[in-house]
C-alpha cells in the first residue's frame, strides 16, 4: 500500500472529474499486489469492517452491484442507490462482458441427467423477472451503494476481492473487479481509496473494465472466544440427514453469513460414526490451517452435551449437481473449467495425505462469483501417503473405483482420479458411463464394462484425459506417477494457465444470479420452506437456537470420544490430532454391499430418487441414509 493514504473526503472529492477511463489520479490508491511474496504473517484474530462505497468511470449499467469475497466470506450488495441527475438517462446498450454460458450442450442432440423427486419444484434460475426492475429504464456509471459487512479474521491471508458485475439484460455482466491486501501489515491503520478495475485473464479487449471503486477497511483485534449455539441466529434449513440438519445461519456480532452442521451425538454413537465424524471436523480443520481456495473453509466448531456443530463458509451458488439437473449437461468449456478448479483441490488434499473418496457432483458447490468449493468431508481419510492404502468400503456407486471392489489389498489415493473421471463423463454426457438398474450389475459395469462415448460429445483430448483417468490398473492410471501435477499436464489443459486459475483470475463460465448474501434461490425448496405454519423455525431448529436442544443425556464414557472437537484457533491443532482415528478401526457401517434401487418402472426416476443431494450417500432398506453423512 502506498505510503500516503488520502483521506475520506479528499479521496471522494473527485468522483465527478473521473475521465472514466480508470486512470483518475485524484485520490487513488496504489493496491498491495495480491501476489507479493514472503513469509505469511501469523494469523491475528479480529474483524475485518469493509465498506464498498462508489464506483466511477464505469461502463453503462443498468443495475451495477458489487460481490466481495474476503477469507472466503461473501457481501453481496444490493443495487445502487437513486441515481444523480446526470445519471438518469435512457437505456444505452450494454456490451456482453463475460456471458453466463447456460446451454445444455455444444454437440447436436440434448440429453438430461436424471431428475430426482424432490427437485420437482417450479423454482427455477430464470425464474427473476422481476429482480432488480427499480432503475429499469436508468443507467449508471458512477453508482453509489454504501455497502459494509463484518468479517471474521480466522487466517493470515488478508486479501479482498471485489467484483461489479450488472444486472442486465442480457444476464449477469462482469465489469471488472479489483484485488488489495485489506490490511497493511506495517501500519496499523485502516486501508482506504479508490482501486481501479482490472478484467480477468480472459477478459477480451473489447469488455475491458473502466473505472475504479471506492473501499474502506478495517480492521480490529479481538480476543480469542469460544463459540457456542446462541452465537448465532438461524435463518434457514438448506439441508438434512440422518446425523442431523444444516442450516443457513447468521453470526450474531459480526452479521457473517455461515452454514452451521449441526450433528446428533446420540445418532453418530449408535451409528458407529464417531471416527468419521471426528476425522470429518480434523481434516477440515487441517485444510482450514493450509488453505486452498477450492475447499469450504472451517470458521468455528464447537459442541453442547447434545450435539456437533460445524460453521463453514456459506457457499450461495449451492450445489453443482443441482446446476447439473437443470442443464442436462455442460458443454466442454464449462466442464473444463470445474474440473480444472477441482484438480487444484484434490491437488491441495493429496499434498496434505488426504484421500477425498466421494467426489460427485453433490459435494461440489459454488460460490457467489460461480468458482467452484468442495465440501463434505465425512469420508476422506487423512495421513494416507503416496503409496499407502486403505480398505475401507465406502463411497457413491457410481463412483466407486474397481480396485475398492475387487483389491483386496487395498487402495490408494488413486480413486480420487477414476472418481474425477466419471465426474467429466456425467458432466459431458448426462448420465454416469457405468450406471444400471441393478447394482450388481452396476458394480460389473466398474469392474469390467467399456465406457463409450456419445457423439459430438467430448473433444479427442477431452475423450483421452477421460480414458487416462478410468484405467482400471491404479498404477497405469492417469495420476498414478506425479500425482495431480501429471492430471495438470494433460493436453486437455494445454490452454489452461495453472497459476492464473489457482488465483480466481479466469472469470468462471457462469454466475449464479443472487440477490443477496441469504440468498437461497439455488438450494432444494423443500428444505427452505421449511417452517412452521406460522411462519417460525421447526422446534428443533428453535431449541439449537437458545442452545437449550433437549436430550437424554450422554455418559461420560462417551462424551470423552468427542474431546477436542471445539476448533478455536490454530495453536490448539497438534493436541487435536494427538488421539487421531484411523477408519479402518470403524465396523458395521461401511462394510455394505448397498442395493439402493427400487423396482420402479422408470430407470431415470430411480437414479434420481437414490441420488438425493445432501440426504444420500450410499445406503440400503431401511436405512436410506447409508453412510450417514450428508452436505453443508
Known amino acids: 500500500m502506498s505510503t500516503a493514504q488520502p483521506s475520506q473526503a479528499e479521496s471522494r472529492s473527485s468522483s465527478k472529474t473521473s475521465n472514466g477511463d480508470g486512470n483518475a489520479a485524484s485520490g487513488r490508491m496504489t493496491p498491495v499486489s495480491s501476489q507479493t511474496g514472503g513469509a505469511a504473517a501469523p494469523v491475528q484474530k479480529g474483524k475485518m469492517t469493509i465498506k464498498i462505497l462508489e464506483a466511477r468511470g464505469l461502463r453503462r449499467a443498468r443495475d451495477p452491484y458489487v460481490v466481495a469475497v474476503f477469507q472466503r466470506g461473501e457481501l453481496i450488495s444490493a443495487g445502487p442507490q437513486a441515481p444523480d441527475e446526470d445519471e438518469d438517462l435512457p437505456p444505452a446498450p450494454t456490451s456482453a462482458g463475460i456471458p453466463i454460458q447456460r446451454q445444455g450442450s455444444d454437440s447436436g442432440r440434448p440429453m438430461a441427467i436424471p431428475m430426482r423427486s424432490r427437485q420437482s419444484s417450479n423454482t427455477s434460475v430464470n425464474d427473476h423477472s422481476t429482480f432488480r426492475n427499480r432503475n429499469a429504464q436508468r443507467t449508471f456509471t458512477n453508482p453509489k451503494w454504501d455497502a459494509e459487512a463484518v468479517f471474521d479474521v480466522v487466517a493470515a491471508d488478508m486479501l479482498v476481492d471485489i467484483s461489479v458485475y450488472d444486472h442486465g439484460a442480457t444476464?449477469?455482466?462482469?465489469?471488472g473487479h479489483a484485488d488489495f491486501q485489506a490490511r497493511d501489515p506495517?501500519?496499523?491503520?485502516?486501508?482506504?481509496?479508490?482501486?481501479?478495475l482490472k478484467g480477468k485473464a480472459n477478459t477480451t479487449a473489447e469488455d475491458a473494465p473502466t473505472g475504479e471503486i471506492y473501499v474502506e477497511c478495517y480492521y480490529q483485534r479481538t480476543e480469542k472466544k469460544h463459540y457456542g449455539p446462541d452465537d448465532f441466529q438461524i435463518l434457514r434449513l438448506i439441508g438434512k440427514g440422518t446425523f442431523g440438519q444444516v442450516y443457513q445461519v447468521r453470526k450474531k456480532?459480526?452479521?457473517?453469513?455461515?452454514?452451521?452442521?449441526v450433528l446428533s451425538k446420540k445418532v453418530i454413537v449408535?451409528?458407529?460414526?464417531?471416527?468419521?465424524?471426528?476425522?470429518?471436523?480434523?481434516?477440515?480443520?487441517?485444510?482450514?490451517?493450509t488453505e486452498s481456495p477450492f475447499i469450504v473453509g472451517l470458521k468455528f466448531s464447537f459442541q453442547t452435551s447434545n450435539d456437533l456443530f460445524?460453521?463453514?463458509?456459506?457457499?450461495?451458488?449451492?450445489e453443482l449437481f443441482w446446476h447439473l439437473q437443470k442443464e442436462g449437461?455442460?458443454?466442454?468449456?464449462?466442464?473444463?473449467?470445474?474440473?480444472?478448479?477441482?484438480?487444484?483441490?484434490?491437488?491441495?488434499?493429496?499434498?496434505?495425505?488426504?484421500?477425498y473418496r466421494d467426489l460427485k457432483p453433490e459435494n461440489i458447490l459454488l460460490d457467489a462469483n460461480g468458482h467452484i468449493a468442495l465440501c463434505d468431508f465425512g469420508l476422506s481419510k487423512a495421513n494416507l501417503t503416496k503409496n499407502d492404502t486403505t480398505n475401507t468400503f465406502c463411497g457413491t456407486t457410481e463412483y466407486?473405483?474397481?480396485?475398492?471392489l475387487l483389491d483386496e489389498a487395498g487402495?490408494?489415493?488413486?480413486?480420487?482420479?477414476?472418481?474425477?473421471?466419471?465426474?467429466?463423463?456425467?458432466m459431458c454426457c448426462g448420465w454416469s458411463p457405468f450406471y444400471a438398474e441393478d447394482t450388481q450389475q452396476m458394480y460389473k459395469n466398474i469392474a469390467f464394462g467399456k465406457v463409450r462415448f456419445p457423439r459430438d460429445t467430448l473433444s479427442q483430448e477431452g475423450r483421452n484425459f477421460v480414458k487416462g483417468l478410468l484405467n482400471r490398473n491404479p498404477k497405469h492410471r492417469l495420476g498414478a506417477i506425479d500425482d495431480a501435477e501429471e492430471l495438470m499436464r494433460h493436453p486437455f489443459f494445454n490452454d489452461v494457465e495453472w497459476d492464473v486459475l489457482g488465483r480466481k483470475l479466469i472469470a468462471p463460465p457462469f454466475k449464479p444470479k443472487l440477490k443477496s448474501e441469504t440468498d437461497v434461490s439455488y438450494f432444494d425448496p423443500e428444505f427452505t420452506n421449511a417452517l412452521n405454519q406460522n411462519g417460525s423455525l421447526n422446534e428443533r431448529a428453535q431449541q439449537l437456537a437458545t442452545g437449550f436442544a433437549s436430550s437424554t443425556p450422554l455418559s461420560p464414557t462417551t462424551q470423552a470420544k468427542f474431546q477436542g472437537f471445539t476448533f478455536v484457533d490454530e495453536s490448539s491443532l497438534d493436541h487435536h490430532f494427538g488421539g487421531r482415528y484411523d477408519d479402518e478401526d470403524m465396523t458395521d457401517a461401511h462394510h455394505r454391499r448397498h442395493n439402493d434401487f427400487d423396482d420402479v418402472d422408470d430407470v431415470a426416476q430411480q437414479r434420481a430418487n437414490n441420488r438425493m443431494s445432501g440426504v444420500v450417500k450410499t445406503g440400503h432398506g431401511d436405512e436410506p441414509f447409508g453412510n450417514s453423512q450428508f452436505d453443508m
Open 186 to 196: 506495517t501500519r496499523d491503520e485502516p486501508v482506504r481509496g479508490w482501486f481501479p
Open 270 to 289: 449408535q451409528k458407529k460414526e464417531v471416527a468419521h465424524t471426528v476425522g470429518e471436523r480434523n481434516i477440515l480443520v487441517r485444510t482450514a490451517m
Open 253 to 261: 456480532d459480526t452479521g457473517r453469513i455461515y452454514a452451521m452442521k
Open 329 to 355: 449437461r455442460f458443454d466442454e468449456k464449462r466442464a473444463k473449467f470445474y474440473i480444472a478448479e477441482l484438480i487444484l483441490a484434490i491437488q491441495h488434499l493429496h499434498k496434505n495425505d488426504i484421500v
Open 171 to 175: 444476464g449477469e455482466e462482469f465489469l
Open 411 to 426: 487402495y490408494t489415493k488413486m480413486v480420487d482420479f477414476w472418481s474425477l473421471g466419471v465426474l467429466v463423463f456425467e
Open 400 to 404: 466407486l473405483a474397481p480396485e475398492v
Open 310 to 318: 460445524l460453521v463453514t463458509d456459506y457457499m450461495s451458488g449451492g
